[in-house]
């Protein structure tokens, strides 16, 4: 019985030694300081629409008052693809037009879950279709999308698919089986377009980024601070983050050695994350989990985890917030940023 006490003492005291060199190693300490840090912005017209903009004008005060020269795009398959075979791509090529003729970097988001609720924008006449149908369907609105801008030089990366990996949003049950669609999602992306690096995305807090960075050329994670964490229908509680700048540095110094992959941050906090769409709470409500203070702080927060390359989630509700509640504070904050790039 003492020989089994003292086996159990060593095993407990061997596990506790693990623990606290994981605790140190992810949250004691500091990142390099970057000194040339590329900020950008997350856009979907969707979005816009949906908070009653003129998408158009939205998009060009992003680019021309604001001054973001880097934008993440994100497209949906059902707008584009509404009918089968019927493909829709003006307000597309509108919005590159605009970015090549100004100067505008863009990282495209192609597929079927490409970010804003309900993630998954799936054409109805896809819905009836058996899942080797619906895959093939996907492949092919895809390989348009590709084979129609690869010569666009505004886009500067693919990214296939949004936090593919990530069990958010409603998707066809066969999208989280494994990852093998994914991969053969990104092959065809590589042999229709082979010199443009790809992106996949994945939960900066909730995933390990390994998946990720097995198929990617370069991993892009979200960095969210100020949550509503949702516990059951009709109740839940606000959150904040206990993660250290350093964590997220820490992480991707692994990745770099393990995949010798890159990490850049495609999706930083910048709008409220509410118990409901954030339209649909009052302002006080929003200011809960984002207000100008929070937005400074976010960005100091980001300036310490040593990334180098920022999209910020939210342009689309500054604007709102500017022009339709009469509240630019996040805007012009930001516009000083992106005008010291």
């Not at 059951?232 to 050695?257: C, E, H, N």
Request: hydrophobic share 45%; with cysteine.
């Amino acid at each position: 019985m003492r020989k089994i006490f003292k086996i159990f003492i060593f095993i407990i005291i061997i596990v506790l030694a693990v623990l606290a060199v994981v605790f140190y190693y992810f949250f004691v300490g500091s990142s390099p300081v970057q000194k040339n840090i590329t900020w950008g912005v997350d856009f979907s017209q969707m979005q816009a629409q949906s908070l009653g903009l003129n998408w158009k004008q939205a998009y060009s005060a992003m680019i021309d008052d604001l001054g973001a020269k880097n934008i993440k795009l994100h497209t949906q398959w059902d707008w584009v693809e509404g009918k089968k075979d019927n493909y829709y791509f003006n307000d597309i090529d509108w919005q590159l037009n605009q970015a090549k003729a100004k100067g505008v970097k863009i990282i495209y988001v192609v597929g079927m879950k490409s970010g804003r609720w309900p993630e998954c924008h799936i054409p109805a006449w896809v819905n009836g279709l058996s899942e080797q149908q619906q895959q093939d369907e996907l492949l092919q609105y895809v390989k348009e999308v590709v084979l129609r801008y690869k010569n666009n030089d505004a886009i500067i990366n693919w990214q296939v698919e949004n936090e593919p990996l990530f069990h958010f949003g409603a998707c066809p049950s066969w999208y989280y089986q494994n990852d093998n669609f994914l991969k053969t999602e990104v092959a065809l992306v590589k042999s229709l377009d082979p010199s443009r690096q790809i992106i996949i995305s994945d939960s900066g807090e909730q995933s390990s980024w390994f998946s990720a960075a097995k198929i990617a050329d370069i991993v892009g994670i979200t960095m969210y601070r100020e949550v509503w964490a949702h516990v059951a229908d009709g109740w839940g509680f606000y959150l904040k983050s206990f993660l250290s700048p350093v964590t997220y540095w820490r992480k991707a110094l692994l990745i770099k050695k393990i995949f010798g992959k890159d990490v850049i941050c495609i999706e930083l906090q910048a709008e409220p994350w509410a118990s409901k769409p954030f339209y649909d709470v009052p302002l006080d409500e929003q200011s809960k989990t984002m207000n100008p203070e929070i937005f400074k702080q976010n960005v100091e927060y980001a300036k310490k985890t040593g990334l180098d390359k920022f999209y910020f989630w939210g342009v689309e509700w500054w604007y709102w917030m500017k022009v339709k509640q009469n509240q630019p504070a996040i805007w012009d904050e930001a516009k000083i940023l992106f005008n010291k790039n």
